[in-house]
Nanobody, 127 residues
């Protein structure tokens, strides 16, 4: 069974950094894709970053240049390095995955394309 376990959430001051981790199991590495999504209180979930099996990445405009998504298959772990954090980044962050393969209509930051989800990690950025 696919399992996603997140860790690394916490509280930091504006301008600080934080790294989220998502340990995964049960995924088909050759075709699977993974991503990070976040949800603000009372708001809809939105895509943050995504990475497909060949390493290609996509970032939301709001985090481009500040966040880095990476996947280490040897460690079965997905990471989200968050730099220059801002109060507007405060949200619950979710790791997501799907065994794929992605189809021609695949959009990496569309949460409807992901079948498996982590439990969530709270990130709070203070001024």
């Amino acid at each position: 069974q696919v399992r996603l376990v997140e860790s690394g959430g916490g509280s930091v001051q504006s301008g600080g950094s934080l790294r989220l981790s998502c340990e995964f199991s049960g995924l088909t590495s050759r075709t699977s894709y993974m991503g990070w999504f976040r949800q603000f209180q009372g708001k809809e979930r939105e895509g943050v970053a995504s990475i497909v099996s060949n390493g290609d990445t996509v970032y939301a405009a709001s985090v481009k240049g500040r966040f880095i998504i990476s996947r280490d298959n040897a460690k079965s772990t997905l990471y989200l390095q968050m730099n220059d954090l801002k109060p507007e980044d405060t949200a619950m962050y979710y790791c997501a995955a799907d065994n794929g393969p992605p189809g021609v209509l695949f959009r990496q930051l569309d949460d409807r394309r992901y079948s498996y989800w982590g439990q969530g990690a709270q990130v709070t950025v203070s001024s």
